[in-house]
């Protein structure tokens, strides 16, 4: 480039009017040229409005609008004013990383400038060619508010309605909650309240507001629950899953009350309390299968907690005091399933991924960190996880420090966040906490942004002041899974193949999933004649029928007695009373003979029910 030249580079290291000149002058050696040229000053910009690239043509236009305008019309035969409207109507050449608002209404420009402004400030990042694409839908749209959904997220390529789906959501919910504040609307009032002026997370695990769906607390009938409720969500302002999961406890317990005639809040009392909290713990699923332990148990943690704060607030004056929390809160106790085994890996499994630790992490540099940096990082996730058998997303969460020492035992400081419980503290061996600590002294000559300072697995992204700052689990699984990858690609033998990939010496099959199975295969059950015999219900099956050798009986003296009391001592073959499965019990290879030869089933030979598929 020629020395304090002000143009803009174009090719071979020269600006666009030096360039031209140095093929004027014959192409010599580019040295030679670049010695004798002198600077030039910078020209004006185009004269296309947004447009920054200096002026190469007579007409005030940059390289890239002259070539346009050339292709399109005769720039000889234009009067000024033709290449006036012309120029109104372009808009400016941009980057990768830009977006031009050229073109749009003035209403639409300023909602689309405050709306990105307030979605800039939150995570995660913008993508600027989603934003360019939103702008493309919305030609010829008179606001961003009042503009159609589906024409605007439904049109365009497939593969990006559903990025342009949520920023078209990020946006509206912007602009909604200005033009809320700006109309003095109070979005908490009335008993159904919008998600998306309420700027509440979803849960502990999502950072940003939920924007769709509706709070209706017009199911609750007692006035006086209802109330107490918004005055909760107001001003604990929960995650909106915490906030369905208390209206839901409290609709359970209005539908109680009101059931059992104690609607008045001033007959309430200390039973009544027991008896809704007896209807919590009862609540089952639509399929009549009941909830978890742990959800019951968040229900009737939600409820106290709505009942204390109407309390401390003096909400609940026409409601006795007995008909509060007891001091020893209920907790729904689920029984261990023993005839499931854990999910932990086999130790052959874990074995496998010891040996080839070495493979473990990206090959290349990613962001601010360099290869061997993300390697041992990933390879201090998975012994972590290994050791600890916490989940991905409260290890990759570890901040600094995360290691206590107490008489000599180390314990492992994370944060649940399904639970929402903070500073768990888990007790772990010396090898393990000699890995976090290695890992520590390493992480503090890693150059990464201030904001992901306190994190212990920091973000290599370049704007970490808008992700999470930390490695995300799905970051981790992606790596894990191109790991396993190359172990098979390595050339690992085909035994240790399949202990690694193999799930039959870990997979149990579940009570509910005997169920499924017995109630697909109800349909096969046959008599002693080949005719079905299948019950409608499997219930009324299962208490009309007990198992024998050969099958169900459904003889009712032996099914009263448990199958003990037969009859005709066990001769099934020729019993009336016995049901067989096909899928079990597979015709023999002679009673398949007799039936090709004969043509008739076997039920057909003789009157007399003899045969049985043995």
Same mark, same amino acid.
């Given at each position: 480039?020629?020395?304090?030249?002000?143009?803009?580079?174009?090719?071979?290291?020269?600006?666009?009017?030096?360039?031209?000149?140095?093929?004027?002058?014959?192409?010599?050696?580019?040295?030679?040229?670049?010695?004798?040229?002198?600077?030039?000053?910078?020209?004006?910009?185009?004269?296309?409005?947004?447009?920054?690239?200096?002026?190469?043509?007579?007409?005030?236009?940059?390289?890239?609008?002259?070539?346009?305008?050339?292709?399109?019309?005769?720039?000889?035969?234009?009067?000024?004013?033709?290449?006036?409207?012309?120029?109104?109507?372009?808009?400016?050449?941009?980057?990768?990383?830009?977006?031009?608002? #050229?073109?749009?209404?003035?209403? %639409?420009?300023?909602?689309? !400038?405050? $709306?990105?402004? @307030?979605? *800039?400030? +939150?995570?995660?990042?913008?993508?600027?060619?989603?934003?360019?694409?939103?702008?493309?839908?919305?030609?010829?749209?008179?606001?961003?508010?009042?503009?159609?959904?589906?024409?605007?997220?439904?049109?365009?390529?497939?593969?990006?309605?559903?990025?342009?789906?949520?920023?078209?959501?990020?946006?509206?919910?912007?602009?909604?909650?200005?033009?809320?504040?700006?109309?003095?609307?109070?979005?908490?009032?009335?008993?159904?309240?919008?998600?998306?002026?309420?700027?509440?997370?979803?849960?502990?695990?999502?950072?940003?507001?939920?924007?769709?769906?509706?709070?209706?607390?017009?199911?609750?009938?007692?006035?006086?629950?209802?109330?107490?409720?918004?005055?909760?969500?107001?001003?604990?302002?929960?995650?909106?899953?915490?906030?369905?999961? #208390?209206?839901?406890?409290?609709? %359970?317990?209005?539908?109680? !009350?009101? $059931?059992?005639? @104690?609607? *008045?809040? +001033?007959?309430?009392?200390?039973?009544?309390?027991?008896?809704?909290?007896?209807?919590?713990?009862?609540?089952?699923?639509?399929?009549?299968?009941?909830?978890?332990?742990?959800?019951?148990?968040?229900?009737?943690?939600?409820?106290?907690?709505?009942?204390?704060?109407?309390?401390?607030?003096?909400?609940?004056?026409?409601?006795?005091?007995?008909?509060?929390?007891?001091?020893?809160?209920?907790?729904?106790?689920?029984?261990?399933?023993?005839?499931?085994?854990?999910?932990?890996?086999?130790?052959?499994?874990?074995?496998?991924?010891?040996?080839?630790?070495?493979?473990?992490?990206?090959?290349?540099?990613?962001?601010?960190?360099?290869?061997?940096?993300?390697?041992?990082?990933?390879?201090?996730?998975?012994?972590?996880?290994?050791?600890?058998?916490?989940?991905?997303?409260?290890? %990759?969460?570890?901040?600094?420090?995360?290691?206590?020492?107490?008489?000599?035992?180390?314990?492992?400081?994370?944060?649940?966040?399904?639970?929402?419980?903070?500073?768990?503290?888990?007790?772990?061996?010396?090898?393990?906490?000699?890995?976090?600590?290695?890992?520590?002294?390493?992480?503090?000559?890693?150059?990464?942004?201030?904001?992901?300072?306190?994190?212990?697995?920091?973000?290599?992204?370049?704007?970490?002041?808008?992700?999470?700052?930390?490695?995300?689990?799905?970051?981790?699984?992606?790596?894990?899974?191109?790991?396993?990858?190359?172990?098979?690609?390595?050339?690992?033998?085909?035994?240790?193949?399949?202990?690694?990939?193999?799930?039959?010496?870990?997979?149990?099959?579940?009570?509910?999933?005997?169920?499924?199975?017995?109630?697909?295969?109800?349909?096969?059950?046959?008599?002693?004649?080949?005719?079905?015999?299948?019950?409608?219900?499997?219930?009324?099956?299962?208490?009309?029928?007990?198992?024998?050798?050969?099958?169900?009986?459904?003889?009712?003296?032996?099914?009263?007695?448990?199958?003990?009391?037969?009859?005709?001592?066990?001769?099934?073959?020729?019993?009336?009373?016995?049901?067989?499965?096909?899928?079990?019990?597979?015709?023999?290879?002679?009673?398949?003979?007799?039936?090709?030869?004969?043509?008739?089933?076997?039920?057909?030979?003789?009157?007399?029910?003899?045969?049985?598929?043995?």
């Amino acid at each position: 480039m020629v020395p304090d030249c002000g143009g803009e580079l174009h090719c071979r290291g020269l600006c666009f009017r030096h360039e031209r000149a140095w093929r004027k002058a014959g192409g010599g050696p580019l040295e030679e040229f670049i010695a004798q040229a002198r600077p030039l000053i910078g020209t004006e910009p185009c004269l296309v409005a947004g447009c920054g690239r200096e002026r190469v043509t007579r007409r005030g236009l940059c390289r890239f609008h002259g070539n346009r305008l050339a292709r399109q019309r005769n720039p000889a035969s234009m009067s000024q004013e033709e290449l006036a409207a012309w120029v109104a109507d372009e808009k400016p050449r941009i980057s990768a990383h830009q977006f031009s608002l #050229a073109g749009l209404p003035e209403l %639409v420009r300023f909602e689309l !400038l405050y $709306a990105l402004q @307030r979605r *800039d400030e +939150a995570p995660p990042p913008l993508d600027p060619l989603q934003v360019r694409i939103l702008i493309s839908r919305l030609v010829g749209a008179s606001s961003l508010r009042h503009a159609d959904p589906e024409a605007v997220c439904e049109s365009g390529g497939v593969q990006y309605n559903s990025a342009i789906k949520g920023l078209f959501r990020d946006l509206r919910r912007h602009l909604e909650r200005a033009w809320t504040q700006y109309t003095g609307t109070d979005p908490y009032a009335g008993n159904v309240w919008r998600v998306e002026l309420l700027d509440l997370q979803s849960n502990g695990s999502r950072r940003w507001p939920a924007t769709k769906g509706t709070i209706d607390f017009g199911p609750i009938e007692l006035g006086w629950l209802r109330e107490v409720l918004k005055d909760w969500a107001r001003n604990t302002r929960p995650y909106l899953q915490g906030l369905r999961q #208390a209206l839901r406890a409290c609709h %359970v317990a209005s539908q109680t !009350l009101v $059931a059992c005639g @104690r609607a *008045d809040p +001033a007959s309430l009392g200390a039973g009544d309390f027991v008896l809704v909290e007896q209807a919590i713990v009862e609540q089952r699923r639509t399929d009549g299968s009941p909830h978890s332990a742990s959800h019951r148990t968040q229900l009737l943690r939600l409820f106290c907690a709505v009942i204390e704060h109407g309390r401390a607030n003096a909400l609940m004056t026409d409601v006795p005091d007995p008909f509060r929390p007891p001091q020893r809160r209920h907790r729904v106790i689920e029984d261990a399933n023993e005839e499931q085994l854990g999910k932990a890996l086999p130790d052959m499994v874990i074995r496998q991924l010891d040996q080839h630790l070495d493979l473990l992490g990206p090959a290349g540099r990613h962001g601010s960190m360099s290869a061997p940096d993300l390697q041992a990082m990933h390879r201090t996730i998975y012994q972590i996880l290994r050791d600890t058998g916490r989940r991905p997303g409260e290890i %990759v969460s570890l901040k600094i420090g995360c290691l206590e020492v107490i008489d000599g035992q180390h314990n492992l400081i994370y944060d649940n966040h399904k639970a929402a419980r903070l500073r768990r503290r888990l007790p772990i061996t010396t090898d393990t906490a000699e890995i976090i600590a290695a890992w520590q002294r390493h992480r503090t000559q890693l150059p990464t942004a201030p904001a992901t300072r306190q994190w212990l697995f920091p973000s290599p992204l370049l704007r970490s002041r808008q992700a999470r700052g930390h490695l995300t689990a799905s970051c981790v699984g992606v790596a894990f899974r191109t790991w396993t990858r190359s172990m098979i690609d390595g050339c690992t033998l085909r035994s240790a193949l399949h202990q690694l990939i193999a799930t039959l010496g870990y997979y149990s099959v579940t009570h509910k999933r005997k169920q499924q199975a017995i109630r697909a295969v109800g349909s096969l059950a046959i008599d002693a004649s080949g005719n079905p015999s299948s019950f409608a219900d499997p219930l009324a099956y299962e208490r009309a029928s007990v198992s024998v050798p050969f099958g169900n009986c459904t003889e009712p003296s032996n099914v009263k007695a448990g199958g003990g009391a037969c009859p005709i001592r066990f001769q099934c073959a020729g019993c009336g009373f016995i049901a067989r499965t096909r899928h079990i019990f597979p015709p023999s290879k002679s009673t398949s003979t007799r039936f090709r030869r004969t043509g008739r089933p076997p039920g057909q030979w003789r009157p007399l029910t003899t045969w049985s598929p043995t």
